[in-house]
């Protein structure tokens, strides 16, 4: 779908019946920056690079059902040491036992050095990881992660909007909790098809009990889908909004955006934007001549896993190099936000987001 273009409105704001110019400008700074921007006077950390990324193991504390098929996870470290700080809007990727990996929001409070939580909604249908999520992991299982690494800063501007989608509440707490620390003038709306299935009920009543008239719940049975433009109406100022949940949420909010008072739009996705300017390529794996298709509306990793099952992958949307393959020839349509300019002319891609030309053939180093 073309946002420049007249689009046809979807039924509700969930669509029922990144190339996101925000995150192509978070690709110019590191996560130093990243963490000054959320609190200016931290210390800043050198984040691992994509070659070698800091693993951890972590144990699973506790395993707490938190709404109709969310669960979430509190890992700590063996040992019972501290963790690496984190700030509003990171995740971490977890190393699942069967290879999987996979990153979640880090959904905890981020003064708790010693704990990390996410939250993980049962994917019907899906590739798996949040199945093994739900039915395998079980309290006292060791996992190795990477991160924290933040690809939603939460900027702590002094007027804020907060809108979450469902599981999409899981980056949103973090800033909520992070808003009110600060004494920021700040909102929280959460939508979802009913209570039963909108995790962290219990918290967000705390929270609202805490600020009257700041926390917004809107269970779709209740009040009806929401209209983006009546979520954006509900800022408490010309402030900045973030926003979390399905692709249809994002891109109603997106569309309702400029008629807004807002002022700024930050947003993450569930999983990657549609591709909407793609055209047809080829992939030849290696030197065994095997060609793929890619057709303009799938993804170069879409094609490859259907041939290679175990090619590892997880965010989907170019920032965390999990697919990362090497090119041996051909010319790359780089999309992501991970490789550095010294890694595109080595020859690395990240077939989740990055593309060729019409007609061009990548041949492939697997």
């Known amino acids: 779908m073309d946002l420049g273009t007249p689009v046809t409105r979807p039924p509700d704001l969930y669509g029922r019946p990144r190339s996101d110019s925000f995150m192509q400008k978070l690709a110019a700074f590191s996560d130093n920056a990243v963490a000054r921007l959320a609190r200016r006077g931290t210390p800043p950390r050198r984040p691992p690079t994509a070659e070698s990324p800091v693993i951890r193991e972590l144990v699973?504390?506790?395993?707490?059902?938190e709404a109709e098929d969310v669960v979430s996870l509190r890992l700590a470290a063996p040992d019972g040491a501290m963790l690496p700080p984190w700030q509003p809007g990171a995740h971490i990727e977890l190393h699942l036992p069967s290879g999987?990996?996979?990153?979640?929001?880090?959904?905890?409070?981020?003064?708790?050095?010693?704990?990390?939580?996410?939250?993980?909604?049962?994917?019907?249908?899906?590739?798996?990881?949040?199945?093994?999520?739900?039915?395998?992991?079980?309290?006292?299982?060791?996992?190795?992660?990477?991160?924290?690494?933040?690809?939603?800063?939460?900027?702590?501007?002094?007027?804020?909007?907060?809108?979450?989608?469902?599981?999409?509440?899981?980056?949103?707490?973090?800033?909520?909790?992070?808003?009110?620390?600060?004494?920021?003038d700040w909102r929280l709306v959460h939508t979802g098809r009913s209570r039963s299935s909108m995790p962290f009920a219990p918290?967000?009543?705390?929270?609202?009990a805490a600020a009257p008239?700041?926390?917004?719940?809107?269970?779709?049975?209740?009040?009806?889908?929401?209209?983006?433009?009546?979520?954006?109406?509900?800022?408490?100022?010309?402030g900045a909004v973030y926003c979390c949940g399905p692709a249809p949420m994002i891109d109603g909010v997106r569309r309702a955006f400029g008629d807004s008072r807002a002022s700024a739009l930050h947003f993450e996705r569930f999983a990657p934007a549609p591709i909407t300017d793609g055209e047809p390529f080829e992939l030849q794996l290696g030197d065994t001549g095997r060609v793929l298709p890619v057709p303009y509306d799938r993804s170069a990793l879409d094609v490859l896993h259907e041939a290679l099952p175990d090619l590892p992958f997880s965010c989907r949307q170019g920032f965390c190099g999990t697919c990362r393959l090497r090119v041996a020839h051909g010319q790359v349509d780089h999309r992501d936000r991970r490789l550095t300019a010294t890694e595109r002319a080595a020859g690395a891609m990240l077939p989740c987001v990055s593309r060729a030309p019409k007609g061009e053939r990548l041949v492939l180093d697997v």
Do not use: W
């Open 60 to 65: 699973v504390g506790a395993k707490q059902q």
């Open 100 to 184: 999987r990996k996979r990153q979640y929001s880090l959904c905890g409070d981020s003064a708790d050095r010693y704990h990390y939580r996410i939250a993980v909604r049962r994917i019907i249908g899906g590739a798996g990881g949040s199945t093994e999520v739900h039915d395998a992991l079980r309290e006292g299982t060791r996992v190795a992660i990477t991160g924290p690494r933040n690809a939603f800063p939460f900027a702590a501007e002094a007027s804020i909007l907060l809108i979450a989608g469902g599981i999409g509440i899981t980056p949103i707490l973090p800033m909520a909790r992070e808003a009110t620390r600060r004494g920021l």
């Open 203 to 208: 918290e967000l009543a705390d929270l609202a």
């Open 213 to 238: 008239g700041r926390v917004s719940i809107r269970p779709d049975d209740e009040f009806g889908a929401p209209e983006a433009a009546d979520l954006l109406n509900m800022s408490p100022a010309a």
